[in-house]
């Protein structure tokens, strides 16, 4: 058993929500994803893997979701040439002072309302709120393309928001999703797999949410909802893994540990099928 790891758990589990979510603005313990930290490269590293199934930003309506208040990754995608950009979040937290240091490279395509930056509407629609929501959902015109980074790992129903952005995309629209599979507490990235369902959601889970699921679980999900699913595997921990490997509760081992050990990929599918 893992003392400090159970202890620094239980902080984060217990931690009100509000103040999680100050110290990940602050950047103050709690490490933002890659597209709050470094945009540049979360557009970079979309461009690229786009790139390498033959598909382009370029015209495409795009959806960014969970895209942490910042606007960044959206001017930046409409500067690549994205057609409009939909910046989609369950939480309002517009990170204002970040946001107005992107007024003067980005100026075309924000404006300042009330002494606060926002987008220019004609380029960039704001939509918060339960994408599994009929409101929000008829809030949202169909898009070409749904992106996220560090963001599917956190979701407490990956079945229902799968169904709910493919049903937001169009006839041929395509997906692409970096899933970080670790625990974060990047130490341990399998530990939280040696824990009951029961201990993790009552005591250990942090108030982020870390949903568990494996690669054989994302697979099963977006093939359910898209007619064409490729997950290309980024990086394996092969070593930690073995460490912990006679801990790790079954239900989360498929027997394969090259699959067993994936800690990062990336996820491509397009065609959804409720069209």
Not at 47 to 57: E, M, N, W
Not at 143 to 149: A, G, K, P, R, Y
Not at 260 to 269: M, Y
Request: charge should be neutral; glycine fraction near 4%; include cysteine.
């Amino acid at each position: 058993m893992n003392i400090q790891y159970l202890f620094l758990r239980l902080v984060r589990h217990f931690i009100p929500e509000s103040i999680a979510r100050f110290l990940l603005k602050h950047r103050w313990i709690i490490r933002p994803g890659l597209e709050s930290s470094d945009p540049l490269a979360a557009v970079d590293q979309y461009i690229k893997a786009l790139a390498h199934y033959g598909r382009s930003i370029k015209g495409q309506r795009v959806l960014v979701f969970g895209y942490g208040g910042r606007f960044a990754v959206g001017v930046e995608l409409l500067k690549q040439g994205a057609s409009h950009v939909v910046l989609c979040d369950h939480f309002v937290l517009l990170d204002q002072e970040r946001n107005l240091e992107l007024l003067s490279k980005y100026g075309d395509y924000l404006l300042v309302e009330n002494n606060e930056i926002m987008p220019r509407p004609e380029y960039i629609t704001l939509r918060h709120g339960d994408i599994r929501d009929a409101k929000v959902q008829a809030e949202i015109p169909a898009v070409d393309l749904v992106l996220s980074t560090s963001v599917y790992e956190h979701l407490d129903d990956v079945n229902g928001i799968t169904a709910a952005l493919a049903k937001l995309s169009a006839p041929q629209g395509t997906h692409l999703h970096f899933v970080d599979l670790r625990d974060h507490y990047f130490k341990y990235p399998f530990e939280m797999l040696a824990y009951s369902q029961s201990l993790w959601r009552n005591f250990l889970n942090p108030t982020s949410n870390l949903n568990r699921f494996r690669l054989t679980n994302y697979r099963e999900v977006f093939n359910t909802y898209f007619q064409k699913v490729d997950i290309a595997v980024l990086k394996r921990q092969e070593d930690e893994f073995r460490l912990v490997r006679s801990r790790i509760r079954p239900e989360f081992l498929s027997g394969d540990e090259t699959v067993d050990s994936v800690t990062l990929i990336h996820v491509f599918a397009e065609s959804p099928k409720c069209q």
